[in-house]
């Protein structure tokens, strides 16, 4: 089958190859966790500065605003791995949030 493979799978030296753990949620790349701990840190540090899309101010509390962002931050360290699931989701937690923004700043005739 593979030159110096047994049958059994082992090389010459007799180690297994392959015999790691295969797991269904792939371990994210360095880089991405960077990206997504230095996202999340910042988008906090701007809602406690008070720095965020205030458009559904009457209707929800502000801490709303922190969903998208952990939901981005979170799908960051997927994008590599799992790229389609990736754009699913982030394309719908900002969809979701434009179309409440968008919907606060309506025009109003009267």
């Not at 392959?18 to 999340?40: A, K, Q, Y």
């Not at 922190?66 to 969809?95: F, I, K, N, Q």
């Not at 179309?99 to 025009?107: D, E, G, K, M, T």
Request: hydrophobic residues 45%; positive net charge.
């Amino acid at each position: 089958m593979y030159r110096g493979l047994t049958p059994d799978g082992e090389d010459a030296a007799g180690r297994t190859v392959l015999d790691g753990e295969v797991t269904w949620f792939p371990r994210p790349h360095r880089d991405d966790v960077l990206l997504s701990v230095i996202g999340l840190t910042g988008g906090a540090l701007l809602w406690v500065l008070g720095l965020h899309n205030a458009g559904h101010k009457n209707l929800l509390p502000d801490w709303t605003a922190l969903v998208p962002l952990v939901v981005m931050a979170s799908m960051e360290l997927l994008r590599r791995s799992m790229p389609r699931t990736t754009l699913l989701v982030g394309t719908l937690a900002t969809a979701r949030r434009r179309s409440s923004w968008r919907a606060s700043c309506a025009p109003t005739w009267s």
